[in-house]
Each structure stands twice: as structure tokens, then as C-alpha cells.
Nanobody, 117 residues
Framework: QVQLVESGGGLVQPGGSLRLSCAPSRSIFSISVMGWYRQAPGKERDLVANIISGGSTNYADSVRGRFTISRDNTKNTLYLQMNSLKPEDTAVYYC???????????WGQGTQVTVSS
């Protein structure tokens, strides 16, 4: 099992930046896939980005070029750098982890991101 603790959400103006962090309770080296989903009110939870242990990344079309996902092995932390934020990025962002590609996902508690002037 793995517990995930997220931080970094908040209120930001359009065009601004935020960085989300996600700290797993076990070594990040032992986790195959980590990433972020988001869920806006009344909508489904959608994948934002993920990163595989080898370093390859995937992004939703809506965030590609604005968001960057990364893993810091020395700090045992996953990050999501969000730039050029738009009101439509407003959602609860959830960190997730898969120990292997075939196992189920573990989820963080979620952190609110609000983009508004």
C-alpha cells in the first residue's frame, strides 16, 4: 500500500502559476506510475498527466505545453508545475500512484485549485 499527501493548491489569477506536490509514504523508486487527475464540479475525473518510472510522461491535450510533471527522487516527491493557468483549470486535483502498471491506483485526498480574477 501507499499513502499520498498532496499540497500546493490554492487561488490564483488567470495566467498565473501553481506547483502541486505529492509525497508518497514509500520510496518513489518502488512506484511504477504516478500522476495527477482532476475533477471539476459536475464532471468526471480526468487524467491530467502521468510519469512512468523510466521517465516518460503523458499529458492531456488541454494542458500540454502549460503543465509539467516531474519526480524528484532525492526528495521522494511528485510535482505538477502549472503555468498559464486558465479558469477552466479550476478543479480538485488528485495525485495517484500505481505500484505496477497492472495494479490498482492509490489516491491522495485531493487539493483544490481555483483560477479566478
Amino acid at each position: 500500500q501507499v499513502q499520498l499527501v498532496e499540497s500546493g493548491g490554492g487561488l490564483v489569477q488567470p495566467g498565473g502559476s501553481l506547483r502541486l506536490s505529492c509525497a508518497p509514504s514509500r520510496s518513489i523508486f518502488s512506484i511504477s506510475v504516478m500522476g495527477w487527475y482532476r475533477q471539476a464540479p459536475g464532471k468526471e475525473r480526468d487524467l491530467v498527466a502521468n510519469i512512468i518510472s523510466g521517465g516518460s510522461t503523458n499529458y492531456a491535450d488541454s494542458v500540454r505545453g502549460r503543465f509539467t510533471i516531474s519526480r524528484d527522487n532525492t526528495k521522494n516527491t511528485l510535482y505538477l508545475q502549472m503555468n498559464s493557468l486558465k479558469p477552466e483549470d479550476t478543479a480538485v486535483y488528485y495525485c495517484y500512484a500505481q505500484i505496477s502498471p497492472t495494479t490498482g491506483r492509490y489516491w491522495g485526498q485531493g487539493t483544490q485549485v481555483t483560477v479566478s480574477s
